[in-house]
Each structure stands twice: as structure tokens, then as C-alpha cells.
């Protein structure tokens, strides 16, 4: 399904051992955690795009302490579903959902950090590093469900891979979302729903909310991982709200 990245190309890409090779002669290699990099130059906006390394780590930590676990299980997925999570980060949600119900996983991400720690944690999913705002790099009607996961959006892109009858869930910071650490954010649903309306009808809406007590050092992993900065005063324990605004959305008929 994947799709060469060269500009002008979207050619198919085949394996060969450790290579993709589009009938251009386009080739990318396998990395040795298993990913695959079509990122392009023109696609970078910095030399290391995404998130950092850091900031993926401490947001590993945070769900290796089962943090954000109430909110892995509210995302639906049948286990005959083929799935692609646009902006997945380290993988948590898709790779752990997968390894659990069996469905086809696919996770798209512009940092290489964040896809190579989804690569080495779960191995039996596919994960691509490419810039999904100008480009998803898989071909038409690919996939029954697009996940974006507090990510990046591109309506046209989505219902483009995304077959007639498929399912698009987007997952937006709610307001009170981390409300403690940030104070109190915008709603971002109307704004949303807006966005997808031509492509997309939205059939279900839900905010999910959970709190976490952190020790200190689990509420600096939350800091780096939403890059805020540290604070000059020693960090305590505290209790965080964490809190999604979960959309479903049905493909609108060509």
C-alpha cells in the first residue's frame, strides 16, 4: 500500500529485503528497528522535525506507569479492521490496541525518534516516517479507519485513503485537559467538525476525562513531553487531569 514520496512520483513501493523500491528506481531502506523513512527534504521544516527525543521518552515513561491507560481503552476497534494512525508519536495507542485485537496497524509519524520507539516496542506493526500535513504516503482507499491522535489533520488526505465506507476518529485536547499544569484550553470541537465537513459527517462525539496522582518526577515527564518549561521552583506531587474530545466521523459518498 505504501506509496513513494519523491515529488511527482506516488509511485507504488515493493520490497526487497531490506529496500523499497518504486518502478521509478526511488529506493528507502528498512532501518534496523524496522521503519521506514520517506521523509523527503523538501517535507523538513527543521533538521530534526517532530518530537524530540526527549520529549518522546518521558511520554514512554508516562505510559509505562499506565497514565493515560482509562483513555487507550475508549478507542474503538474491530479486529478486522486496517488501521492507520496519522501523527501515532511512540505508537502507544495503535501498538497496544493491535497487539491486543490483531487488526492491521499502520502509524505514520514526521519524528524519527518517536517512530523508531514505536518500531522497537511493537515490531508486528508497520510504521512510516513522512510528512502526513502535505502527503500520506499509502494509496487510495487503503485503510477502514484513520486514527488522529491530538495530531495534525488533512481532510483530503484521510478521505482519500480511507475507503467509502470507513471511519475517521479524531482525539483533541479537551479544555480542562491537563488543566493543573497549562490552565484551562480552548474547545476546539466546532472548529473541528468544521474542518472535516466536507469530506466528513460527524455520527458521535464523547469527552473522556481522567486523573492521574504524579509523583514530582512523573509531572516533569508530562512538562517535557508537551514541551513546557520546567519550573524555576522544585516540582511536586499533584493530581492531573488528563482529558480527550473524542469525534467519529463517516466518509461522505463521492
Known sequence: MLLCTVRGCHMPLT??????????????????????NLLQPQDRRSKDPGDTAEAVAARRRLHDRAVTAPLLKVIDFNSDDIVLDVGCGDGFYLGTRAGELGFDAHGTDISIPAIDAAARRYPECEWVVANADRFVPYANRSFTLVLSITARM????????????????????????????????????????????????LVNQRRVTTTADLEADAVRDVLLSIYRPLRSQPLEAMRVTFSLDLLLFLCRQS
Open 15 to 36: 520490497r526487497d529485503e531490506h529496500t523499497f523500491k518504486c518502478p521509478s528506481g526511488h529506493s528507502f531502506d528498512v532501518a534496523r528497528s524496522g521503519y521506514i
Open 154 to 201: 488533512n481532510s483530503k488526505e484521510f478521505r482519500r485513503v480511507l475507503r467509502d465506507d470507513g471511519r475517521l476518529l479524531v482525539a483533541l485536547a479537551a479544555p480542562d485537559d491537563l488543566i493543573e499544569l497549562r490552565g484551562a484550553g480552548r474547545d476546539r470541537v466546532a472548529r473541528t467538525v468544521q474542518t472535516f465537513a466536507q469530506d466528513f459527517r
